[in-house]
């Protein structure tokens, strides 16, 4: 699956990557400055990064290092787990003002909210709903006030139970809109989204309000471990074109981060990773519509 491709000079800038991005986790293993020198050797310029690795790195740090790279942050990961009440809520609230400090200090205005999964012992889906829509309400105001948009990312419904209580783009769409387009956006994330038959109405109605537009493959057989599921660009069943021009047509001109959950590939020789993911981004993702400037 991982086998590098032919004709892909790692070392020479290529304009078609201008928009490519590499999610951290595709290469988890990898810390944060391995992840950006693996970006700088492979001519990738920009970075989405997760709150954990940057932590180990420490936040300043980690903007250094990215900015001595000369390459930018194009979202960081993540913010939300919102459902929750009480004493736990409040510290979630907490939790993500520091992650909006710290994507201003890593230079982004884009951060991902992975919104969280119904609470310990909970069936109320639609009161976790309405918790995600008044806790975003909340965080609002501190965001706007530093520059930060605030990303909702509807995950897989295999998910809803324990990560992620919005499942569509339709229901990001309906908290999003509440909040001026600057101020709250979405993710489009095929793995996420690449079931749903109203997709395509949904990109068209996202519009601006596209904050990130994430790319990778939905594996099958599904692994034990779900998360785990996703792979790269072309080995599994999703047709990427329909996605790029769509987006394309909505309106968004940002980055396509290539954010990739699999052991298989943590386990590779992550160069060899980078190169055929810039292979599979341009012969999948860019010819289909996304454009390269």
Not at 118 to 124: K, Y
Not at 213 to 229: N, Y
Request: proline letters at 6%; hydrophobic letters at 45%; charged letters at 25%.
């Amino acid at each position: 699956m991982m086998a590098r491709p032919q004709g892909i000079d790692t070392g020479v800038p290529d304009p078609r990557l201008a928009r490519l991005s590499l999610n951290q986790m595709t290469t988890k293993p990898w810390s944060v400055r391995e992840a950006v020198e693996g970006c700088v050797r492979a001519g990738i310029p920009a970075i989405g990064l997760w709150r954990g690795p940057v932590a180990e790195a420490g936040v300043r740090a980690a903007a250094k290092i990215v900015a001595d790279a000369g390459i930018r942050v194009s979202s960081l990961c993540r913010g939300g787990f919102l459902t929750e009440t009480g004493e736990a809520g409040r510290a979630a609230l907490d939790d993500n003002r520091r992650a909006v400090d710290e994507a201003v200090a890593l230079g982004t205005d884009c951060l991902v909210m992975v919104v969280g999964g119904l609470p310990a012992g909970s069936r109320d889906l639609p009161g976790a709903r309405q918790r995600v829509a008044d806790a975003v309400a909340g965080l609002v105001p501190y965001a706007a006030e530093r520059g930060v948009r605030l990303a909702l990312e509807p995950l897989h419904p295999m998910y809803c139970a324990d990560r992620a209580v919005l499942s569509t783009l339709k229901q990001a769409l309906d908290i999003a809109e509440r909040f001026p387009v600057e101020q709250v956006g979405v993710v489009v994330d095929t793995f996420h989204v690449w079931w749903d038959p109203e997709v395509w109405t949904q990109i068209a109605r996202a519009g601006a309000r596209i904050a990130a537009f994430q790319v990778c493959d939905f594996l099958t057989p599904l692994p034990a471990d779900v998360l785990l599921g996703r792979g790269m660009m072309g080995d599994g069943h999703i047709d990427f074109p329909p996605f790029s021009r769509a987006v394309a047509q909505a309106g968004y001109t940002g980055d396509v981060e290539v954010e990739i959950f699999n052991a298989e590939v943590w386990a590779a020789d992550l160069d060899e990773v980078l190169a055929t993911m810039k292979e599979r981004y341009i012969r999948l993702v860019l010819e289909g519509g996304c454009g390269s400037s």
